[in-house]
């Protein structure tokens, strides 16, 4: 059974002190969520892991870090290894966020030298996959989406996929209030689940957890959910606050 996790992405959001109060908010409004129900993170700004870290042990919320650069360590001025990010406490790490893509030039190359990375020391990639607006409008979604999936994937045994969480978010629906209908996110699902499976086997892709993102709020997450190839969310504006981060996590209510 393929438990939901529901992860916030906070992006460039929060400073410490914002950080802190965020995730001790959280702390104290998911206490009750159900841990067969749902699995939750928190993926906060580098500078913050430390102390959101220190604040979420013990609970039931994970750590998690929004990228990472694909090297142990070295001359690479500004990044952030995986190594650095185990030794924080992060267990999940977002990869090839569309941002990412867009505005920092990653690539299928790129994301899947982080991916591999990212499993050799021992942190579960989140790897974003999405179609933009156009491809969408001409009809290509599944091959952009196949593209992604298969490019980021490339050499990844099938012994990994285990530690591997794919988000399906497509970039038109980032940040814009624009969902994807439970239907148009469905069939994206069940294509990359297909896609699985032909990379893999079948039980290998009915394993994999595929998560939903773009405009997921406390009154589009249960219907979302409730499809069958969905399981679970990358959110990002609503995340930022406790309430409307609580309602989602608590969609099965
Ligand atoms: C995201 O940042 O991955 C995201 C889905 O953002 P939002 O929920 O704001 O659309």
């Known amino acids: 059974m393929r438990i939901p996790l529901i992860a916030g992405n906070w ?3 929060k ?6 109060e965020l995730a001790t908010s959280l702390k104290n409004v998911l206490k009750d969520a159900q841990s067969d129900k ?9 500078i913050d892991l430390q102390a959101v870290g220190a604040v979420i042990k013990g609970s039931n919320i994970v750590l998690g870090a929004q990228n990472m650069y694909a090297a142990q360590e070295g001359a690479f001025t500004g990044e952030i290894s995986p190594l ?5 406490g992060c267990h999940y790490v977002i990869i090839g966020h569309s941002e990412r893509r867009q505005y920092f030039c990653e690539t299928n190359e ?10 050799e020391y021992g942190l579960f990639p989140i790897l974003c996959v999405g179609e933009k607006l156009d491809e969408r409008e001409k009809g290509i979604t599944n091959d952009i989406v196949k593209d992604h ?3 980021g994937l490339k050499g990844i045994p099938k012994e990994k996929m285990a530690s591997i969480v794919i988000a ?8 814009t209030g624009k969902t994807a209908t439970p239907d ?11 896609t699985i499976a032909s990379l893999y086997d079948a039980a290998t892709a009915q394993s994999v957890r595929i998560q939903y993102g773009g405009s997921v709020k406390p009154d589009n997450a249960k219907t979302l959910m409730n499809m069958p190839d969905i399981d679970g969310a990358l959110v990002g504006g609503a995340a930022l606050k406790a309430d409307s981060f609580e309602a989602i996590v608590k969609f099965y209510r």
Not at 110 to 119: R, S
């Open 149 to 151: 999936v298969v490019g």
């Open 110 to 119: 790129t994301i899947n030298a982080k991916v591999k990375m990212a499993l």
């Open 11 to 13: 992006k460039m959001y």
């Open 38 to 46: 749902v699995e939750v993170a928190v993926c906060p700004p580098y």
């Open 184 to 194: 148009q996110a469905q069939a994206v699902h069940k294509f990359i689940r297909e």
């Open 15 to 20: 400073d410490i002190d914002e950080a802190v």
């Open 84 to 88: 650095m990010l185990r030794s924080v």
């Open 168 to 175: 399906y978010e497509p970039v038109w629906a980032i940040g």
